[in-house]
């Protein structure tokens, strides 16, 4: 079955750095698009990032663009989020995702249980 499982979570000083990673495995990596989301209580799903299954194509929202970065290692089936310049609206849950719906409301039909980044002033 399909299992995403993040770490690389943790609590940072707003200007700082984290890097996210995701372990993937149950489906053929490289076949497919993959996913940063996040969410926030009380909030849907925020779609971050996505890159194609080659990995030389990459879309991020506005919000983070400039400061984040995806990846992907198709050799050992992981996914990456450098995030750099953290600012407080970047606290959040996040997810690692697959089948993503991002047009109107975001939606995943897979995600990991989620590694939680928190951004302190």
């Known amino acids: 079955q399909v299992q995403l499982v993040e770490s690389g979570g943790g609590l940072v000083q707003t200007g700082g750095s984290l890097r996210l990673s995701c372990a993937a495995s149950?489906?053929?990596?490289?076949?497919?698009?993959m996913y940063w989301v996040r969410q926030v209580p009380g909030k849907g799903l925020e779609w971050v990032s996505h890159i194609n299954t080659n990995g030389e194509a990459r879309q991020y929202a506005e919000s983070v663009k400039g400061r984040f970065t995806i990846s992907r290692d198709n050799a050992r089936n992981t996914l990456t989020l450098q995030m750099n310049s953290l600012k407080l609206e970047d606290t959040g849950r996040y997810y690692c995702a697959r089948d993503c719906n991002i047009a109107v409301v975001t939606s995943c039909g897979y995600r990991g249980q989620g590694t939680q980044v928190t951004v302190s002033s």
């Open positions: 149950g489906f053929t990596f490289n076949y497919y698009r």
